[in-house]
């Protein structure tokens, strides 16, 4: 299956039953997708206006109770920021799929990682994290799909799945585990659904005018954040018991640099991969532990090198942090990834 | 001893936070009587708007939606279509509805969306304190156009009902006052007859209701509604700007 | 094949992608690892269409693959583009209707078929690119011949199912085709 149909078939199986988003390439098949399928099973796809209605949408029907997404790349995401800031503020789950392409402005339409930034740091103004899980194959999308749903259900924090244009237009064999039973979701009693003269009113809102109050609301959700951090940290480790030198990459990249590990170990360079596959929470102490033995790092990504910091601070500069990135579009080759390696390690082979 | 003047049950207790003098009040009362009247609190969903009337959320009884800026028709889209056997309503003020989101509100009216927007139209940004509005009338001073709307430098102001009314989509559009009793009435008869449109299944309804802002305009209540009716409804006349209730069938 | 990595390279409207999904289908039947990944445009139709794909007994660790074990050229610009990252001992194919020149690399193995010619000449008109799979299966032995046939039976869309024998043809024309 193509990884972005993978994607939406993905959250069908999951429960997804609302679609709202906008076409852009690489992403498009995702939405074709799913206003192929949606109206089969009683779901809704609609195309909006605009990438800043389609996450509207989304944090309407997110408040409404019910499972629902979003899809679009890198230009649509920054139109989508007020609504993702909007819909953390307000504790409202949703899924947003980012299948990135080359940035700033229009950019290009190659795959990239250039929205690492704005994933992890400021998908949106406010004091606030999404969840964000970057996937290296289409069967991993598949999988981080349902389980992205089921964590911003649980924490009432969005999620993001950052794939780029490599992942959604190739195409892997994937099992997605299809259910003709519908998917149960947790009963959210905050939903504003009807009060059916119940209950008191429920209001979904990120409006706190005392000052002190929105404190209090804000320190509350760090605290969830914590709980995040402590429980739903993941991370990928490949050769890195007896590890000197360290890759650090994520998504499509992760899977370029694990080919120039293998061949490099083939030289006798002993050498690991840590691929972060939550970007945030970020894998710190997975770093930090692998730091006690090697020698130094290198971040391999398809930008100009977003991620080192979050490495360097994860592993408190305790070793060199080394940066070999292409972007634009460009996708690095194995071999330009060895060469790296190997002069990372001094030549030494 | 006989009640025969109560607040609606769709109004919370909390008392609202709007200037004397201002309409709001008078509309959110009539928003409440005809949920009120129509039993339909327990299935309405409200969304609020960014302007004077945020904190709306605080003020209906029924579940509540915050929407950022001028959003609200897509927030309301997001709920309907995941919730069709909902009422939704939306309130918005004219910078919410006619600038910051014409595109939501236009194709929320075009998709035939199956919601309700109370748009209250002042002709000033009230909450941030009096700038000239996408409907603030030709050569009226705000804080952002002290010398007066010059047209030809800022162009002309925004007759929603009337370019809606160009749209497939929309089912119900009119524009009411509440500057006295008689418009009172006629407004309630609006919102009714809005929010009956979206009950019967037939889509997309708005009410726009011509209102004062005596604070920004720096008039008192009264002067405001004199204001009101000097000016605005002549360039913003009352009436009925398309009602094809009749012909649209459910959804 | 321990590990096959090609890229198929074209004019889009030849089958560029459809030809990729078949052979990364095949080897799915064979219960291999394969990924296909399509270079993607501005273009939808008549640009130049090329796709990556690879077939391995381990874990795909990258899907664009840069230095190919097998080429399959359907134009100038693709085999101008491409010949040189054929790695030493690799297999060339090159659909010699529309690519005039020669190879002049001595350590690929190349053969030249006019596919496009033989699909026209046949009344196989739109599987040139089908043929050229009959010719990499003869050249390579990527999957064997009761794969392909599973294979052509489902990846031909449900609606041309009549088109399957005609298919069969071409893999076989391409399969025989002597230089």
Redo the contacts between chains.
Sequence with gaps: MKGNEALAEAAIQAGC??F?GYPI??QTELAAYMAKRLPKIGG?F?Q???E???I???????????R?MTSSSSPGISLKA??IS?MAG?DVPGLIINVQRGGPGLGG?QPSQADYWQATKAPGHGDFHILVFAPNSVQEMVDLVSHAFDLSDNYRVPAMILAD??LG?????VEIKSSDEKVELPKKQWA???????RE???????FLQANELERVVRERFERYKVIEENETMCEKYMTDDADYIVVAFG?TA??A??AV?DARAKGIKIGLVRPITLWPFPKEELKEVAVNAKSFLCVEMNMGQMVEDVKLAIDCSRPVEFFGRTGGV?P???EVLEQIVKLSGGEQ | MAVVFKKPNALTDKPTHYCPGCTHGIVHRLVAECIDELGIEGKAIGVAPVGCAVMAYDYFSCDMIQAPHGRAPAIATGVKRSLPDSFVFTYQGDGDLAAIGTAETIHAAARGENITIIFINNAIYGMTGGQMAPTTLPSQVTQTSPYGRNVNEVGYPIKMCEMLSTLDGATYLERVSVDCVKNVNATKRAIKKAFQTQIDGKGFSLVEVISTCPTNWGLSPNAALDWLRDNMIPYYPLGVYKDSTSDKEEK | MQEFNSILAGFGGQGILFMGKAIAYAGLIDGKEVSWLPSYGPEMRGGTANCSVCISEEDICSPLVTNPNVLIAMNLPSFDKFIDTVVPGGTVIIDSTLVSKKVDRTDVNVSYIPATEIAESKGLKGLANIILIGKLLEQTNFCSYETIEKTINEVVPARKKNLIPKNMEAINIGMNYKN
Excluded: D, W
């Excluded at chain 1, 504003?192 to 119940?198: A, D, K, Q």
């Design positions: 039953t609302r709202f390439t690489p809704v609609l909006a206006e605009s800043v209605s389609a509207n949408m989304l944090q309407g029907a997110g408040a409404a109770g019910v629902a007020e609504g909007y307000a339409i244009g490599l237009q190739m195409m892997e064999p504003t659904c009807g009060h059916n003269n119940e009113h429920n209001i979904v809102n990120s409006l499509a899977r370029v694990k080919a293998k996708i080759t194995p071999a």
